[in-house]
T-cell receptor, first 118, second 110 residues
């Protein structure tokens, strides 16, 4: 299957700082990437849909000014958690949909980024 | 009501046992269904899609019951390596957004 990478894999930061997480599709182009957040023992919650060359679409309850998403190319989407607070500590996972397919199966997940805000 | 609900378990079974669990979904118009596997602190990985007629992949069998709006996963001849959290995933709309259940934890013991 296709490979999606995320960087960093884990990060610890102080409250009030901003953290940028990168999601890359390594061997395919992805017009659409999705950003999820997962708290311990909870389901993955979709935060936003990132579309190459246009604004991201945020799910209800997700602050767009808090979670900045940029999808500058067909292989890279970034999520910036601005002014992070301890309640933002979570496991952030991206997924990428393969360009040109209508097969719902063609969505691949990155390995996730574990964010801890002190 | 949550879009996708699962029994969190845990299901603790001995090696070689059969274990089965269900997942219910709320949107009757949902068209696509999947089971993903997630190991501790790892990303979800697709285990299998679930087709209307039911499907089998080795020791794993998935069933869909549209009338009652649930899908099921059955694992036969459990292996230690089957220990994981199994996520029920539904695509409720016409876009590609996935709705995840909270997962069912399975622990296979020697």
């Amino acid at each position: 299957g296709a490979v999606v990478s995320q960087h960093p894999s884990w990060v610890i930061c102080k409250s009030g700082t901003s953290v940028k997480i990168e999601c890359r599709s390594l061997d395919f182009q992805a017009t659409t990437m999705f950003w999820y957040r997962q708290f311990p023992k909870k389901s993955l919650m979709l935060m936003a849909t990132s579309n190459e060359g246009s604004k991201a679409t945020y799910e209800q309850g997700v602050e767009k000014d808090k979670f900045l998403i940029n999808h500058a190319s067909l292989t890279l989407s970034t999520l910036t958690v601005t002014s992070a607070h301890p309640e933002d500590s979570s496991f952030y996972i991206c997924s990428a949909r393969v360009l040109g397919t209508s097969d719902y199966n063609e969505q691949f997940f990155g390995p996730g980024t574990r964010l801890t805000v002190l | 009501r949550k879009e996708v609900e699962q029994d969190p378990g845990p299901f603790n079974v001995p090696e070689g046992a059969t274990v089965a669990f269900n997942c219910t979904y709320s949107n009757s118009a949902s068209q696509s269904f999947f089971w993903y596997r997630q190991d501790c602190r790892k990303e979800p990985k697709l285990l299998m899609s679930v087709y209307s007629s039911g499907n089998e992949d080795g020791r794993f069998t998935a069933q869909l019951n549209r009338a009652s709006q649930y899908i099921s996963l059955l694992i036969r001849d459990s292996k230690l390596s089957d220990s994981a959290t199994y996520l029920c995933v539904v695509i409720p709309g016409n876009d590609y957004k996935l709705s995840f259940g909270a997962g069912t934890t399975v622990t296979v013991r020697a």
